[in-house]
């Protein structure tokens, strides 16, 4: 996985994050919608195999994430891509560079829906550290949310500083 933090550590921490390549595929609106489903189908069809699933989100034309209102929510579901070489992938998935250098980062406990607390810390922190935050808010989801109790799952928050 990616980054320094174990499963239990829920301190912010700042780190560098390596430039990684990534399918993505973009939408807008609420996760568990049919066309955010569709996506995480499609990416999941392109590598064959589980993967982890990551997410960038913002709200209102590419502003701060707004968690009151998924209905402006944009999103750029992501999965590590296939080595270098491997076929293109299918549309309407992309192959990008993923590269947001020094990032604060949290692990986040529990369900999706109960982040904004969590969130609100690593934004404390990031201030607190004398920096800004920067770029999308990205998630990584360590767990499957059709396997895992809500209470039981983990999410790494992350923001790119500045």
Do not use: C, N
Not at 1 to 11: F, L, N, V, Y
Not at 69 to 78: K, N
Not at 106 to 119: D, K
Request: net charge negative.
């Amino acid at each position: 996985m990616i980054g320094a933090m174990t499963d239990t550590r829920t301190a912010p921490t700042l780190l560098d994050a390596p430039a990684r390549a990534m399918l993505m595929i973009d939408g807008t609106g609420p996760a568990g919608t049919p066309a955010f489903l569709q996506a995480v189908g499609a990416l999941s069809a392109a590598l064959g195999a589980d993967a982890p699933l990551e997410g960038l989100w913002s709200s209102h034309g590419g502003g701060e994430f707004d968690l009151e209102s998924p209905d402006a929510w944009e999103w750029t579901l992501m999965v590590p891509a296939p080595e270098a070489g491997a076929p293109a992938p299918p549309a309407p998935l992309r192959r990008e560079l993923l590269d947001e250098g020094r990032v604060a980062e949290i692990l986040h406990l529990g369900p999706y829906e109960a982040e904004a607390p969590t969130i609100a810390a690593l934004h404390a922190f990031i201030a607190e550290q004398g920096l800004h935050p920067r770029g999308r808010h990205h998630e990584i989801y360590l767990d499957d949310p059709r396997t895992t109790e809500p209470e039981r799952l983990r999410t790494r928050l992350r923001r790119p500083v500045a």
